[in-house]
């Protein structure tokens, strides 16, 4: 079990993420014991990952991926790991979580990310929208959220899942927001909310809880 603390979420309360930057506003010894500290959070990151892929029903999932804490130049302001369905290894659909310094949040994205070297265009990902409604049903709608991949970042404030599925007039406006776009649905738990929270039960849980919509790709 690992607890999900305020410590966590504080490594990524600060202005520059830029080696190159701190490194001219900071002494070795400064710039040494940042370094530390994401890597230490990080670790912790990495093993609650590798945890949670062992507990995910065998043979379902691919390997997780876990993005390192730098990618060389910079410290990351978040850190990312991403569940792929055996079946759909090579799409660009998939889980991701992330910790940034708002939220633990664990959602199922369309990666756009050197989305040529895979399969399945967003126009396919995006029809599971139509998924969504009887797929709920199935889960707690607390702490769920559905936003617009293009007009939102990690830190903006997101629709309510539950406001989303109660009036029309917000899932038409957000199904025409999207265009070109993709959705994004998943769990938050709040820096404030972390009190706490068991962060393999909270992912695991909520990959199970995304599993069943997103094991819908394969018969759009």
Request: hydrophobic share 50%; net charge negative; glycine share 2%.
């Given at each position: 079990m690992t607890q999900l603390t305020d410590e966590m979420f504080q490594i990524f309360d600060q202005p520059e993420f830029s080696f190159k930057k701190i490194k001219m506003q900071h002494t070795e010894a400064e710039v040494a014991e940042l370094k530390d500290k994401f890597k230490g959070v990080w670790q912790t990151w990495k093993a609650v990952n590798q945890a949670?892929?062992?507990k995910l029903p065998a043979g379902e999932f691919a390997k997780v991926h876990v993005e390192s804490w730098t990618n060389g130049w910079n410290l990351?302001?978040?850190?990312?790991?991403?569940y792929r369905l055996q079946d759909l290894a090579d799409a660009n659909p998939c889980i991701g979580v992330m910790l940034d310094k708002k939220q633990l949040q664990v959602y199922l994205m369309f990666q756009h990310y050197k989305s040529e070297k895979r399969r399945m265009a967003p126009e396919q990902y995006n029809k599971l929208l139509t998924d969504i409604p009887s797929w709920s049903k199935q889960i707690d709608l607390q702490d769920w959220y559905i936003w617009n991949g293009e007009m939102s970042s990690e830190f903006d404030k997101h629709t309510k899942l539950n406001d989303y599925l109660k009036q029309s007039d917000i899932q038409t406006q957000f199904k025409s927001d999207l265009k070109?776009?993709?959705?994004?649905?998943?769990?938050?738990?709040f820096r404030d909310q972390q009190h706490d929270v068991n962060m393999e039960d909270f992912i695991?849980?909520?990959?199970?809880?995304?599993?069943?919509?997103?094991?819908?790709?394969?018969k759009k």
């Open positions: 949670v892929a062992k990351r302001d978040h850190y990312w790991a991403s070109e776009a993709t959705f994004l649905i998943g769990k938050f738990i695991t849980q909520a990959i199970m809880d995304l599993a069943p919509l997103y094991e819908n790709l394969d």
